[in-house]
């Protein structure tokens, strides 16, 4: 039996800087699917996850999911330095109405460091803190910009395994990396939907 998909993307350009970056981006994705976002620096993929989730508006066509539905996490680790790593993710459990923070702590290996105040963890602990965040959010579908970022060999399996269980539990990841994670995902490179002139054109018309 068919499921539905969990997000669908139809025709869909993205801007930055007023400038279309993307256009005709069309695909769906469902449970237990992961798809990793491959193409240059500069190419569109953050553009095209910041569109996706939400903190944009799409130029053209059209993002369909549960508004619910996604958990977005760019560089930067979105943590308090102030607080605990406990205390981080209980105010992320409360903010997105879970309960429970021990499954976050023993993917990332962060059991130790619970009580450690975030700011003076290193760079590598700041960015497995980070990405635990997404265990406690409860959202399917993650949208992930260069994840991996500061992390080591050990941490960068953590998070491939906490990907893989999130998609065997039904969820589903789009990710901007250039590393191979070892995840049975499909590969889509950005840069076949880079605009021509012509379109882009077209699009500076539509909003005169």
């Given at each position: ?5 969990l ?10 800087g ?8 069309s ?17 569109g ?11 944009q ?7 369909a ?22 205390e ?27 009580d ?13 803190l980070?990405?635990a ?7 399917p579908?993650?949208a ?21 269980a999130?998609?065997?539990q039904?969820?589903a ?5 250039h590393?191979?994670?070892g995840?049975?995902a ?23």
């Amino acid at each position: 039996m068919n499921q539905s998909p969990l997000l669908s993307l139809d025709t869909l350009a993205c801007s930055r800087g007023g400038l279309i970056v993307l256009a005709g981006v069309s695909l769906n994705i469902g449970p237990g699917q992961a798809l990793i976002l491959r193409g240059p620096n500069g190419s569109g993929k953050t553009t095209l996850l910041r569109t996706i989730a939400g903190l944009q508006p799409p130029a053209q066509g059209r993002v369909a999911t549960n508004p619910d539905a996604i958990a977005y996490s760019a560089h930067a680790d979105g943590i308090k330095g102030t607080l605990s790593v406990a205390e981080n993710l209980t105010f992320w459990a409360g903010l997105f109405g879970t309960s429970s923070i021990d499954a976050a702590l023993a993917a990332f290996e962060l059991n130790d460091l619970k009580d450690r105040r975030a700011g003076a963890l290193s760079a590598g602990q700041k960015r497995r803190l980070g990405l635990a965040r997404l265990l406690v959010t409860g959202r399917p579908v993650w949208a992930l910009d260069e994840p991996t970022v500061s992390l080591d060999q050990s941490a960068v399996q953590m998070f491939a395994t906490a990907v893989g269980a999130h998609l065997k539990q039904g969820g589903a990841a789009l990710i901007a990396t250039h590393i191979d994670l070892g995840l049975d995902a499909e590969t889509l490179d950005v840069t076949r939907f880079k605009p021509d002139r012509a379109q882009t054109e077209a699009f500076d018309e539509a909003f005169l």
